[in-house]
């Protein structure tokens, strides 16, 4: 595996040699905005990479808010009528520079419901096939990062093509895929560290990073405990108490991916939306008949940790759903913190290892 150094000085002209073969995108704060997010750079645009942990996770690049999915007319003078078109839309290659480890990873575990060998989301897989993820380790990782605990962490190479470090005065490159290797070699960074010395100082950054994690979740039992069990646990009342249901924690996630399906018609015309939603919400799961299988908001609240923790778990045997990056334990206006929620649920009824002592 090859690293490259890159030099700061030649950032930004590489990052402009890039766009001959790549829309780029990164984290950027506009004019008009309260904040940074990940988003398609204009020209002369650089990422701001001291903005990469955004408030919003990265996830619209593949699965935007709002998207529509196909569009229709009924009119019979149209060659189209009755058939359902999918818009055209740009795949061609995007590069997204500075995203952060966890966040590439978070992709890999939605990959799992949107690509499966039974069904695959054309929307969402086309777009994740163009992107090229040059992530940005994180040196210095907030105080809610509990990521090292989740399979993830500020050095991890799951899901991206390119790894940077940030070292000051260069960044190290290390190219993890074939994709990667063509996104250095579009930039023109093409002056290779040497390995051995550079490998070392990735590492020392990586154990650095590491030992500054002080949160962390353990849902070594959870697979152990049946559903019912934690589904009736009496905690959900004490955990669910404060929650407004705004859906903060959800939306801003990058391994939530509810979604709704709207129509909208003009005349003989119409667009079927595909539409960010969230299980906090009590019109997600209302159904025709007016009954609602999630009428509270203890159910709902359940619902949300029960998939990230338990269904997820139990499904795919590839742990949890949620990447630890810490946005929802930021954003929560009355603080639900998804951490105590997994250490409950873990530590619920009898341990499963424990030896019965008889006598
Ligand atoms: S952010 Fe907090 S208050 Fe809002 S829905 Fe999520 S848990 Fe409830
Ligand atoms: S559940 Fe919270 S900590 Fe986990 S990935 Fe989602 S936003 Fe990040």
Same mark, same amino acid.
């Given at each position: 595996m090859k690293i490259m150094k890159i030099d700061k000085q030649d950032w930004p002209d590489g990052l402009k040699r890039s766009r001959a073969s790549y829309r780029l995108i990164g984290p950027a704060k506009g004019e008009n905005d309260d904040f940074a997010g990940f988003r398609e750079l204009a020209k002369d645009e650089v990422p701001d990479l001291a903005a990469t942990d955004t408030v919003l996770s990265p996830k619209s690049i593949v699965y935007p808010q709002s998207e529509v999915i196909f569009e229709y007319t009924t009119d019979k003078k149209s060659e189209d009528c009755n058939l359902l078109n999918r818009p055209e839309?740009?795949? &061609? %290659? *995007?590069? =997204? +520079? /500075? +995203?952060? %480890?966890? @966040?590439?990873?978070? #992709?890999?575990? =939605?990959?799992?419901? #949107?690509?499966? %060998? $039974? #069904?695959?989301d054309p929307y969402w897989c086309d777009a994740y096939e163009a992107c090229t993820f040059v992530g940005l380790a994180v040196n210095e990782p907030l105080g809610t990062d509990f990521s090292t605990s989740t399979g993830s962490g500020p050095f991890c190479e799951k899901g991206l093509d390119v790894l940077l470090v940030d070292m000051a005065d260069h960044y190290l490159a290390k190219v993890i895929t074939d994709k990667g290797a063509a996104y250095l070699k579009a930039a023109g960074w093409d002056s290779q560290a040497d390995n051995d010395s550079a490998r070392k100082q990735i590492e020392a950054k990586k154990a650095e990073a590491d030992t500054r994690i002080s949160s962390t979740v353990a849902f070594d039992k959870i697979g152990q405990k049946s559903i019912l069990e934690l589904y009736n646990a009496d905690f959900w009342e004490d955990v669910a108490f404060a929650c407004i249901n705004c859906g903060t924690c959800t939306y801003l996630c990058p391994t939530c991916w509810c979604f @709704? +399906?709207?129509? $909208?018609?003009?005349?003989?015309k119409g667009q079927r939306f595909k539409n960010w939603d969230t299980c906090m919400e009590p019109l997600f &799961?209302?159904? /025709? &008949? /007016?009954?609602? %299988?999630? /009428?509270?908001? =203890? *159910?709902?609240v359940r619902q949300r940790f029960m998939h990230k923790l338990k269904y997820f778990l139990d499904k795919y045997d590839d742990g949890i759903m949620c990447v630890g990056c810490g946005r929802c334990v930021r954003a929560c206006p009355v603080n639900i913190d998804i951490r105590r929620v997994c250490d409950l649920m873990n530590n619920y009824g009898p341990d499963p290892d424990a030896c019965a002592v008889s006598d």
């Open positions: 839309k740009e795949y &061609s %290659p *995007m590069a =997204v +520079i /500075g +995203i952060r %480890p966890y @966040d590439a990873a978070a #992709f890999l575990l =939605v990959k799992k419901n #949107f690509d499966t %060998p $039974e #069904f695959r @709704d +399906i709207q129509d $909208e018609t003009h005349g003989r &799961s209302l159904h /025709g &008949s /007016g009954h609602n %299988p999630r /009428g509270t908001k =203890v *159910m709902r």
